[in-house]
């Protein structure tokens, strides 16, 4: 089970938020509706922690599972995934 609380009630009510992530939750914290935190178990810390796997065997891992069960991913099935638009202006200032 995980909640969101702002910064702001995070800040009022730690000690049942710590309760709550002692029993097995899993408490995001946001700012103005963005996340910005997540607070975890300590044992679920650790088990990512100590993987010690990294992002590349990670990603081994995930390649190797796809193609043991015969999926396919092409450069359509990528095509679509990034914003095409060039975004906001931007002018340096002085």
Do not use: H
Not at 2 to 31: C, D, H, W
Not at 48 to 73: D, H, N, P, T
């Amino acid at each position: 089970m995980s909640r969101r609380v702002s910064v702001a009630e995070a800040k009022n009510k730690l000690p049942s938020i710590l309760r709550e992530v002692e029993e097995g939750s899993v408490v995001e914290i946001t700012r103005y509706g963005k996340s910005v935190a997540m607070v975890l178990p300590e044992r679920d810390y650790r088990r990512m922690v100590e993987s010690g796997q990294g992002f590349w065997a990670s990603l081994g891992k995930v390649r190797s599972l796809i193609s043991s069960e015969g999926i396919v991913i092409d450069e359509s099935d990528l095509r679509n995934l990034r914003d095409p638009l060039p975004g906001r202006a931007f002018v340096w200032t002085a």
